[in-house]
């Protein structure tokens, strides 16, 4: 039993060492201080915010990888920001990793950045990377001579002149609000016809317009169309100003049951005006085009219907 255990020992002892050995090996490679690199700034003459051009070789392969760390688009760098970095391309495959970036920086004179972190992921694990930079010259936009001077001192408070373009604009507003009014009164007149014109013979002697009117539609060459609308127009301008009712606007229904109310009207033979009227629109809507026994007979209706209109009232009723 006893030389059991003492034959143990040496193997216990020998686990404990190479357990303490993988300890203490893991400790020192986890305590390792990172690799360091040098970046190197692309020569050139730099102004204050332009984009810098840095390179940076990583001994990595650049078959597989990724990258980790304060270096990527976007990230601040002491008194620079880094505005992108890019990966490019090796020489030969497989080549180490080359990195290129493009830093703006905002201090002038000899700028010193910080060192930046960096680590690779590989299929080997993390590696990682401590990125130091030489200074850098950053000039300002403008020369020392050129730099911006103050502006001139405020100028002295004159004296608020005459408002000419003020009254001038209130005259120009009213003359025109005063044209619009005038305009609008002379619409509203002429739709109620009281507007002051010199009167012609429409006017003045409608009964002996329309007969002069109608004789010349029914003995000049005219296209159908025209000759029929003329003559309904004409005939409802006269009824128009013989009764001052809207006949204009009327249509042919609307002017047979108007006709109801007038009494002259009312006592025209054989419908002679409602005759003509459909007439009219017969030709103007459907194309109708008449006979010349339709048309002889739409000249006499016309005529009959102004001699009722025109004829002087009865001495009792005129009484």
């Not at 990966?87 to 920086?105: C, D, I």
């Not at 009213?174 to 014109?197: E, N, Q």
């Not at 006269?238 to 009207?265: A, N, Q, V």
């Amino acid at each position: 039993m006893k030389s059991s255990i003492v034959s143990r020992r040496p193997r216990t002892i020998a686990f404990t060492l190479g357990l303490l050995l993988c300890i203490a090996a893991g400790t020192a490679t986890a305590g390792a201080s990172p690799e360091k690199i040098q970046g190197r700034w692309t020569p050139g003459v730099y102004h204050l915010g332009n984009l810098v051009p840095l390179e940076i070789a990583v001994p990595v392969q650049s078959s597989d990888f990724y990258l980790e760390g304060k270096m990527n688009g976007g990230a601040d760098w002491g008194k620079a920001r880094i505005a992108r970095v890019l990966q490019a391309p090796p020489a030969s495959y497989p080549g180490n990793l080359t990195l290129k970036a493009e830093v703006q920086v905002f201090d002038t004179g000899e700028v010193q950045l910080p060192p930046t972190e960096l680590d690779v992921h590989t299929a080997k694990g993390v590696k990682a990377y401590l990125i130091s930079v030489p200074p850098i010259t950053i000039t300002p936009l403008l020369p020392p001579g050129d730099q911006p001077q103050p502006g001139p001192a405020e100028p002295m408070p004159v004296p608020f002149p005459f408002p000419w373009i003020y009254i001038a604009g209130a005259a120009a507003a009213l003359f025109l609000l005063g044209a619009i009014v005038l305009m609008l009164v002379r619409r509203a007149k002429r739709r109620r016809g009281r507007i002051t014109v010199k009167p012609g013979l429409k006017e003045l002697d409608p009964d002996l317009w329309i007969r002069r009117e109608v004789e010349r539609l029914f003995r000049a060459e005219l296209e159908i169309s025209r000759r029929y609308e003329a003559l309904s127009t004409n005939v409802r301008t006269y009824l128009e100003i013989k009764f001052e009712r809207p006949f204009l606007e009327w249509t042919s229904s609307e002017i047979r049951e108007g006709c109801m109310s007038i009494p002259k009207l009312t006592g025209l033979p054989s419908n002679d005006l409602t005759r003509v009227l459909r007439l009219c629109d017969g030709v103007l809507f459907a194309r109708y085009v008449p006979t010349r026994d339709e048309e002889s007979d739409a000249m006499q209706a016309t005529i009959r219907v102004l001699e009722a209109v025109s004829a002087p009232a009865p001495l009792e009723e005129a009484s």
